[in-house]
T-cell receptor
Framework: QKEVEQDPGPLSVPEGAIVSLNCTYSNSAFQYFMWYRQYSRKGPELLMYTYSSGNKEDGRFTAQVDKSSKYISLFIRDSQPSDSATYLC?????????FGPGTSLSVIP | GAGVSQTPSNKVTEKGKYVELRCDPISGHTALYWYRQSLGQGPEFLIYFQGTGAADDSGLPNDRFFAVRPEGSVSTLKIQRTERGDSAVYLCATATGSAGELFFGEGSRLTVL
């Protein structure tokens, strides 16, 4: 079993839809949880960063962490064509950061 | 510079050759990571430096791969006797500390023929 699993996608949604992206993990030492966005042929860029269980909201994006279930989610409201990218969950204890395999999202105008 | 700089951006080499990939971090960032990303996959952890020392090199696939960061700034990933399976994008990321926000470069795309 990989340390971090992610819904494989690809996902294709109409503009304005709500998108849900999910990851599960096996290592209970993970304390920090992140979502990165990666456009084609670019390096990943940080979208959301959370510590501990609960919700964190930033504009159209909401990150949710449930440490008891080892499950994290990213919700995108009012999705836009510019949100089309690969979304990577990432997590760490106090050292290396481990990434999930990514979910490719296409938002159709 | 303002961001993480990686050179070369593209490298084509022949099987068996030696390759060096360079990463210039954001000034002041003490943590530096190397990842490998294959098409359609997430970044795969290779090695992590805190300052000059390798804090964790458990992701290096075999002894053909080696990385250094002699002065705690620029890092070089070295691959000996390249194989076709080494073809991937090699990403460098830096951070102000461990477990924090990573700032990525645009990657070095390695193709081994």
């Amino acid at each position: 079993q990989k340390e971090v699993e992610q819904d494989p996608g690809p996902l294709s949604v109409p503009e304005g839809a709500i998108v849900s992206l999910n990851c599960t993990y096996s290592n209970s030492a993970f304390q920090y949880f992140m979502w990165y966005r990666q456009y084609s042929r670019k390096g990943p860029e940080l979208l959301m960063y959370t510590y501990s269980s609960g919700n964190k909201e930033d504009g159209r994006f909401t990150a949710q962490v449930d440490k008891s279930s080892k499950y994290i989610s990213l919700f995108i409201r009012d999705s836009q064509p510019s949100d089309s990218a690969t979304y990577l969950c990432a997590m760490s204890g106090y050292d290396k950061v481990i990434f999930g395999p990514g979910t490719s999202l296409s938002v159709i105008p | 510079g303002a961001g993480v700089s990686q050179t070369p951006s593209n490298k084509v080499t022949e099987k068996g050759k030696y390759v060096e990939l360079r990463c210039d971090p954001i000034s002041g960032h003490t943590a530096l990571y190397w990842y490998r990303q294959s098409l359609g996959q997430g970044p795969e952890f290779l090695i992590y430096f805190q300052g000059t020392g390798a804090a964790d090199d458990s992701g290096l696939p075999n002894d053909r791969f080696f990385a250094v960061r002699p002065e705690g700034s620029v890092s070089t990933l070295k691959i000996q006797r390249t194989e076709r399976g080494d073809s991937a994008v090699y990403l460098c990321a830096t951070a102000t500390g461990s477990a924090g926000e990573l700032f990525f470069g645009e990657g070095s795309r390695l193709t081994v023929l």
